[in-house]
Nanobody
Framework: QVQLVESGGGLVQAGGSLRLSCEAS????????MAWYRQAPGRQRELVAA???????YYADSVKGRFTISRDNAKSTVNLQMNNLKVEDTADYYC?????????????????WGEGTPVTVSS
């Protein structure tokens, strides 16, 4: 059974930084593609960043240059460093795992989800 547990969310002022972490269990982490999604109130869930098993990274245009996704295979953890946060980054952030990055973009395969962690950016 795959389990994804997020941490690190909270309240921060605009321009500040937060670091989200997700610890995975129940599958071979080093073989997994990982991702962070977010969902703001009244909006659809959107893909923020993804990282392949080979550590290739992908970002939504809205976060490029501000967010960095990384993975630590020894700790079965994927992180999202968020800098220069904006009010519009406010959302619940979800960790996801899949066999390949393509699963996040093309609905091609099973995606496993964490329960989310809230991020609130105040002006």
């Amino acid at each position: 059974q795959v389990q994804l547990v997020e941490s690190g969310g909270g309240l921060v002022q605009a321009g500040g930084s937060l670091r989200l972490s997700c610890e995975a269990s129940g599958r071979t982490f080093s073989d997994s593609a990982m991702a962070w999604y977010r969902q703001a109130p009244g909006r659809q869930r959107e893909l923020v960043a993804a990282i392949s098993s080979a550590s290739a990274t992908y970002y939504a245009d809205s976060v490029k240059g501000r967010f960095t996704i990384s993975r630590d295979n020894a700790k079965s953890t994927v992180n999202l460093q968020m800098n220069n946060l904006k009010v519009e980054d406010t959302a619940d952030y979800y960790c996801a795992a899949a066999d390949r990055v393509a699963a996040f973009y093309y609905n091609a395969g099973v995606v496993y989800w964490g329960e989310g962690t809230p991020v609130t950016v105040s002006s």
